[in-house]
């Protein structure tokens, strides 16, 4: 397997990951891990509980993102050559608009 798709693998695993420290949060409530309505307890978490709800629900969010990042590239056949010059020419460009303009 190309670097690539390890990268992708990897960021597979982090969903897992991500859940972790927030699973613990969760179960060090008073009233231990609400199976019932976890959302419901995730909501009312404060400081580390709520940091590592949002770190997960990044983590969510960018993950197909990402994923596409990679396996679109891979599905046209681009080198790998040509796919890092487009990739630093978009990064280019985004931090050209986010910062001068």
Known sequence: MSIALWCLFIAGLLHVLSKTPL???QS???QGYDN???REQQASLDGLGKR???AHQNQLESFPIFAAGILVPRRLAWPQ???IIWLLHTLLQGWLIFFII
């Open 52 to 54: 590592a709800l949002a």
């Open 81 to 83: 050559v040509r796919l």
């Open 23 to 25: 699973f613990r949060a």
């Open 28 to 30: 060090k409530s008073p």
């Open 36 to 38: 019932n309505n976890p």
